[in-house]
């Protein structure tokens, strides 16, 4: 069991940069502009609040899938899905 603030966490534009929060708005972390622009920042901030979809997509594929010597498809799509959740072109 991890123990960092569980997930989903969401993005959030700021007017000084962006942010990454839990469910309940709690703000998880801060993403300041400066010295990246804006969308450099919203792109950093996506990928910090797609971390807990990552590490629970691949901690599943790694428990399940790789020690059988097999990969389930689900489980790459939960893999794959996390990924796209964490790439700004995706949007």
Do not use: C
Request: glycine share 4%; aromatic share 6%; proline share 5%.
């Amino acid at each position: 069991m991890s123990n960092h603030t569980p997930g989903p966490w969401s993005a959030l534009e700021t007017e000084w940069g962006a942010k990454v929060v839990d469910e309940q708005e709690v703000t998880v972390a801060d993403v300041p502009q400066q010295p990246m622009d804006t969308w450099e920042a919203s792109a950093t901030a996506r990928l910090i609040a797609a971390a807990p979809d990552l590490y629970a997509a691949l901690k599943n594929l790694f428990d399940n899938d790789l020690i059988r010597g097999d990969i389930d498809s689900d489980h790459m799509n939960e893999v794959i899905d996390a990924m796209s959740r964490a790439d700004w072109t995706d949007r």
